[in-house]
Nanobody, 122 residues
């Protein structure tokens, strides 16, 4: 059974930190990523990791502040978020791809979690 279950969202003041987790089951995914969507805005890419080789990629808006990682033994994807800004406020979604491909393309992901809310106040 395929499941992606996110956790770790919450409310934090600007400059603070949060760590999101996503427990994945169902397949040996080649690519896992994080996307986010704020009210009234398009979904946007945040970060991703290619499981074989552990190559990571980031959107320019989060580079240097966010770190994506995966614990293969726990089948868990993480997003460590630091120096948070109000503009990081959004629903964050975990996504998994069986075949990989370009990490920034949402259509390359086969499965999505339900999302976890992150709210950053100024």
């Amino acid at each position: 059974q395929v499941q992606l279950v996110e956790s770790g969202g919450g409310s934090v003041q600007a400059g603070g930190s949060l760590r999101l987790s996503c427990v994945a089951s169902g397949y040996d995914y080649l690519l896992m990523g994080w996307f986010r969507q704020a009210p009234g805005r398009e979904r946007e890419k945040v970060a991703a990791i290619y499981i074989r080789g552990s190559y990571t990629a980031y959107a320019d808006s989060v580079k240097g502040r966010f770190t994506v990682s995966r614990d293969n033994a726990k089948n868990t994807l993480y997003l460590q978020m630091s120096s948070l800004k109000p503009e990081d406020t959004a629903m964050y979604y975990c996504a998994a791809s069986i075949d990989g491909g370009a990490w920034e393309r949402a259509t390359n992901y086969n499965y999505w979690g339900q999302g976890t809310q992150v709210t950053v106040s100024s």
